[in-house]
């Protein structure tokens, strides 16, 4: 069974923090996705990670993929209160058609 | 584009009572997921379908859970009969296809709750 485990399970920080998410697991994924929610809403698309190494930049949003394609980490430079959110990594398993979401990183940046 | 349209947003129940949940993809998107979310086991995969055909329902929890797609732009999920530890929100999220990395756009859920 691929599972996929976030670091932080929670993060409380101020505005202007820099932060880092972690989402790691023993399986290699076909490619990862991240994703943001806020409450009483569905999960949104940030980004998706296809190449192993493979760094994309969404603003202030850093993410990046593993070499192994089993890890991704997502940087927040500067985070706002607008960065307040349950952050969800997914990831797509090598079949290529099933979604597994981790827990999720719940961030509150305060003003 | 209304974006994917799930009723109704709120459900409260007794347990034993049949309960469906309602899904509208987005136009044009051929494959439709439904999730389950909870606090303990985060979100879960129930069962996905593509062209209106199930692919995988290895998620359904248990026979009392049952999902049909009759047409490209409706789908239900069934609770029969319901139990209080089926209490969730559950998504319904669309995507063009199943190729790989195809943005999953998600409903604003349906929060149920049994008694």
């Known amino acids: 069974t691929q599972l996929l485990e976030q670091s932080p399970q929670f993060l409380s920080i101020q505005e202007g923090e820099n932060l880092t998410v972690y989402c790691n697991s023993s399986?290699?994924?076909?490619?990862l996705q991240w994703y943001r929610q806020e409450p009483g809403e569905g999960p949104v698309l940030l980004v998706t990670?296809?190449?192993?190494?493979e760094v994309k930049k969404l603003k202030r949003l850093t993410f990046q993929f593993g070499d192994a394609r089993k890890d991704s980490s997502l940087h927040i430079t500067a985070a706002q209160p607008g960065d307040t959110g349950l952050y969800l990594c997914a990831g797509l398993d090598t079949g290529g058609f099933k979604t597994i979401f981790g827990a999720g990183t719940r961030l509150f940046v305060k003003a | 584009d209304a974006g994917v349209i799930q009723s109704p947003r709120h459900e409260v129940t007794e347990m034993g009572q049949e309960v469906t949940l309602r899904c509208k993809p987005i136009s044009g998107h051929n494959s439709l997921f439904w999730y389950r979310q909870t606090m303990m086991r985060g979100l879960e995969l129930l069962i996905y379908?593509?062209?209106?055909?199930?692919?995988?329902d290895s998620g359904m929890p248990e026979d009392r859970f049952s999902a049909k797609m009759p047409n490209a732009s409706f789908s239900t999920l069934k609770i029969q009969p319901s139990e209080p530890r089926d209490s969730a929100v559950y998504f319904c999220?669309?995507?063009?296809?199943?190729?790989?990395?195809?943005?999953?756009?998600f409903g604003p859920g349906t929060r149920l709750t049994v008694l």
């Open positions: 379908f593509n062209n209106n055909v199930p692919i995988d």
């Open positions: 990670v296809v190449t192993g190494g």
């Open positions: 999220a669309s995507s063009l296809n199943l190729a790989g990395g195809s943005e999953q756009f």
């Open positions: 399986s290699v994924f076909s490619s």
